[in-house]
């Protein structure tokens, strides 16, 4: 007896977090009856459905919340990628409260989502304590996952996960359901018996509760981002089979994603090797950014949907993942600007990986799960046939973008970065588990329906928390660079001290042989390096020093060093490095630093040059790992790094280097996505 009420209670508390409640409640004014989350500090956030045994069928969702949050969000599916999203904010202007539909494609800004449709009902206001949001969705108790996959609500589930998120900020454009916002400052997940959100008469009642008078809202794109209206779509039919057929692309998307420049399509212009001074047709740059001496930067592109990994053709074509769309081309002009905009494969589930063949004829792109890969026709940029798998059974939780890459030398094999599915996974300790990690699969023997990605091929190192960057040195030699952990404290003897806002660094780990299996373990979940030495005062270290979070008496910092391979350069702390690019005559490594929330002020937001050199056959950075603070040289910059966020500043994601040594960038920045060309001034 005792028993089955202890864990009873244990279950209860599972769900929900500490100071949380759920239960039936009923809105006297609409009479509907909700299963409701309380959150202890006044956010209420109720569900209710009809009496029904299966889905599809309609929800309405009520949120009411004080007006000291700028937002609140609610997720359909209890986790933030891949699952329908209700955002509501007030919006003075009117008086009122609003919804946003949305999704996210990975830990980013969600984007406008058309799968669902919202009609608002009576009660939906503003007053001086609070606002409410009371909504009727069709759509949000199905939706497909990141494979394309339908997931549904079960009417009769008594622990149904759900999630919320809230920020005190307000939308950049209140009046506007499509507006940016910044990232959460609150969130948590916990589960609603959906059983006492059901309505007998649920149809009844929402017919009288329907508002026909729609509070106003715009639904502009971007009052910044250009589309211009001259701009011409030349989409091809989504492929027949695979994930990409039971994907729809919310055809609102479309029409942001092809703002270029336009041109002429008969351009004998003499090709210029140079940055152009502007590109016809391309608004401004929506941050202003700074170049070092010699370095030149211009914006080729805006108004994209979350650009990440891009790449050149043989045809010397940009191709580009536009994370949430899938995969778009255009033709570079011979004065580096770009052309008009064509779909090449539209899957919303790509978001970020990318590559071509050695011979340009196949395409590998990645989601979260899986790698795959279509045939390839650069003359006229676009695929044939379906894709095929290469590699599945990746996870789709925590780090989701899966880098690709094709080492120079070994046209054959494939290589893929794993990061781990959270900020301390801890069974990625175990080389067998596939998580924070590098594998490589000769792609010429791949099984149909792909590699199973831990199972088969090998690595190329593990404890790599997440290796989104990837580059091959001159002698054809793999480097990875890390994006390492948020958060930490150092505990020793019983007492914790926070140092996270200088490290641990991030790094630059040399991963080796493409062709040779590497099984060393570069630390990660356990041996960090360190970036600022003072802040951690119980014992002396250096720069790029290995330490752990907790030492005792069976590992301690000594073991890093006879267990962990230690990183080539050390990085400042949350700058979340995701591409590296070398020159040339491999003299510079280009990194991209996308930037971290875990800093504040924040860091990052620019790419930095790191000299190299060739000592005794093999390529290293030029500087010491000791004298790393000293070991690169930022290029590009935004002017006020410090106010930098997921919508505010330029966020540079993926380097395309051309023949001309110019870098084309991506910048999945929440308030624009951009591409812009960084090259000698
Ligand atoms: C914005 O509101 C319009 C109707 O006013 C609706 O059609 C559209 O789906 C909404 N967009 C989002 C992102 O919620
Ligand atoms: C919006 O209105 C609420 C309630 O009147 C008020 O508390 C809040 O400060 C207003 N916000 C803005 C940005 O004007
Ligand atoms: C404001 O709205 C909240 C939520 O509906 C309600 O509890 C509160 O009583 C209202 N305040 C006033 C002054 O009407
Ligand atoms: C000592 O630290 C290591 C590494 O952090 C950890 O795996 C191990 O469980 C710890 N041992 C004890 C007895 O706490
Ligand atoms: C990179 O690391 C930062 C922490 O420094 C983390 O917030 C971010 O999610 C990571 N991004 C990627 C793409 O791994
Ligand atoms: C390497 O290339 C860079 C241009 O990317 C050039 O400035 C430099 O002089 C070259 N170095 C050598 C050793 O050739």
Redesign the pocket.
């Given at each position: 007896m005792r028993r089955s009420h202890l864990s009873a209670a244990v279950a209860a508390l599972a769900g929900t977090a500490i100071g949380d409640s759920t239960s039936r409640y009923c809105d006297e004014a609409s009479s509907i009856c909700y299963s409701g989350w309380n959150s202890g500090n006044g956010v209420t956030i109720g569900v209710a459905l009809p009496k029904v045994a299966k889905a599809p069928f309609d929800t309405v969702l009520q949120i009411i919340s004080p007006v000291a949050n700028g937002w609140a969000g609610f997720s359909w599916g209890g986790t933030m990628p891949y699952v329908p999203l209700t955002i509501g904010w007030p919006n003075n202007a009117s008086n009122t409260a609003i919804y946003s539909s949305r999704m996210a494609y990975g830990l980013s800004l969600p984007q406008p989502y058309d799968a669902a449709e919202y009609t608002y009902l009576k009660g939906t206001g503003l007053n001086a304590t609070h606002w409410t949001l009371n909504v009727r969705c069709r759509g949000c108790s199905q939706w497909q996952d990141v494979d394309g996959n339908l997931v549904s609500l079960n009417p009769s589930d008594t622990a149904a996960p759900f999630a919320h998120a809230f920020a005190s900020k307000l939308p950049a454009q209140p009046a506007n359901n499509r507006s940016t916002f910044n990232v959460h400052t609150k969130f948590g997940h916990w589960s609603l018996d959906l059983t006492l959100g059901q309505n007998e008469d649920f149809d009844k009642l929402v017919a009288a509760n329907l508002v026909e008078e729609q509070p106003p809202a715009s639904s502009s794109v971007s009052s910044t981002s250009s589309i211009p209206t001259s701009s011409k779509v030349e989409e091809q039919p989504p492929v027949s089979s695979g994930v990409s057929s039971t994907i729809s692309v919310p055809t609102s998307v479309l029409p942001s994603t092809l703002s270029t420049s336009i041109r002429p399509t008969s351009t004998p212009d003499p090709v210029q090797t140079g940055v152009p001074s502007s590109c016809s047709g391309v608004d401004p740059l929506h941050f202003p950014l700074l170049t070092a001496p010699g370095w030149k930067a211009v914006k080729v592109a805006g108004g994209l949907t979350q650009p990440r990994g891009v790449i050149f053709d043989k045809a010397g074509n940009l191709l580009l993942v536009q994370n949430g769309l899938g995969i778009t081309g255009q033709s570079v002009g011979p004065d580096g600007c770009l052309g008009t905009a064509k779909i090449v494969v539209t899957q919303r589930n790509l978001n970020h990986g990318i590559y071509l063949s050695a011979g340009g004829k196949t395409l590998f792109a990645s989601s979260a799960t899986s790698v795959f890969a279509w045939d390839y026709d650069a003359a006229t940029m676009s695929v044939s046939g379906s894709s095929r798998i290469i590699v599945t059974g990746m996870d789709s939780k925590g780090h989701v973008t899966r880098t690709l890459t094709i080492p120079p030398k070994r046209p054959n094999l494939l290589v893929v970065s794993h990061g781990s599915n959270d900020n301390f996974d801890f069974e990625s300790g175990n080389i067998k588990v596939g998580r924070s990690c590098v594998k490589v699969f000769d792609i010429s023997k791949a099984p149909a329906g792909g590699y199973n990605y831990a199972a088969d091929g090998y690595n190329l190192g593990y404890g790599l928390r997440n290796e989104v960057g990837l580059a091959f040195d001159g002698e054809g030699m793999l480097w990875g660079i890390e994006n390492s952990s948020d958060e930490i404290h150092r505990t020793v003897n019983g007492k914790s001290v926070d140092i996270h806002l200088d490290n641990p660094a991030d790094e630059i780990n040399f991963l080796g042989d493409p062709a040779k299996a590497n099984k060393d373990w570069y630390g990660y979940p356990t041996c960090y390096t360190v970036w600022k030495p003072d802040v951690i005062t119980d014992r002396k270290f250096r720069v790029g020093d290995q330490f752990v979070l907790a030492p005792n008496a069976t590992f301690s910092d000594e073991t890093c060093k006879s267990k962990s391979k230690a990183a080539k350069l050390a990085i400042q702390a949350h700058s979340a490095p995701l591409d590296a690019v070398f020159?040339?005559?491999f003299?510079?490594m280009y990194i991209t630093l996308h930037g971290s929330w875990n800093r504040s002020p924040s860091t990052g937001y620019k790419v930095i040059e790191v000299p190299f050199t060739k000592r005794g056959g093999n390529f290293s950075p030029t500087a010491q790992l000791s004298a790393s603070a000293n070991g690169y040289n930022d290029i590009l910059w935004n002017p006020d790094v410090e106010h930098c966020s997921t919508t505010q500043c330029f966020r540079p994601v993926s380097i395309a280097k051309d023949r001309f040594?110019r870098m084309y960038i991506t910048s999945d920045s929440g308030a624009e996505g951009e591409i812009i060309i960084l090259g000698r001034a």
């Open positions: 020159n040339s005559n003299t510079s040594e």
